[in-house]
């Protein structure tokens, strides 16, 4: 079965950096556009980054465009979410996940990711 695990997840202060990591198995990854969601307490879960099979393609939420940056290692099977400027707002459990069908850009439009990793607190005090 298919199964995401995040990592990297912590407290840091306003300004600073993280880089999350997902790693995925029983897939075939490197066809697979990934993604990375975020949920804080109290609020509904929020697109925060796609990156399409290749890498070549990537696409941001509109509050973390230009300090967050996603990628991807095919031979790793493994996606990344470099965060830097980071901000309280940012405080969130981070979520990895990935669609059913596999070439589909168009699920990061339709937001169709079926399946979900277990999710890493991150937390950025002031």
């Known amino acids: 079965q298919v199964q995401l695990v995040e990592s990297g997840g912590g407290l840091v202060q306003a300004g600073g950096s993280l880089r999350l990591s997902c790693a995925a198995s029983g897939l075939a990854f490197r066809i697979y556009t990934m993604g990375w969601f975020r949920q804080a307490p109290g609020k509904e879960r929020e697109f925060v980054a796609a990156?399409?099979?290749?890498?070549?393609?990537?696409v941001y939420g509109d509050p973390v465009k230009g300090r967050f940056t996603i990628s991807r290692d095919n031979a790793k099977n493994t996606v990344y979410l470099q965060m830097d400027g980071m901000k309280p707002e940012d405080t969130a459990v981070y979520y990895c996940?990935?669609?059913?069908?596999?070439?589909?850009?168009?699920?990061?439009?339709?937001?169709?990711?079926?399946?979900w990793g277990q999710g890493t607190q991150v937390t950025v005090s002031s």
């Open positions: 990156i399409n099979w290749s890498g070549g393609t990537t």
């Open positions: 996940a990935a669609p059913k069908r596999p070439l589909d850009w168009g699920v990061v439009i339709r937001r169709e990711f079926d399946y």
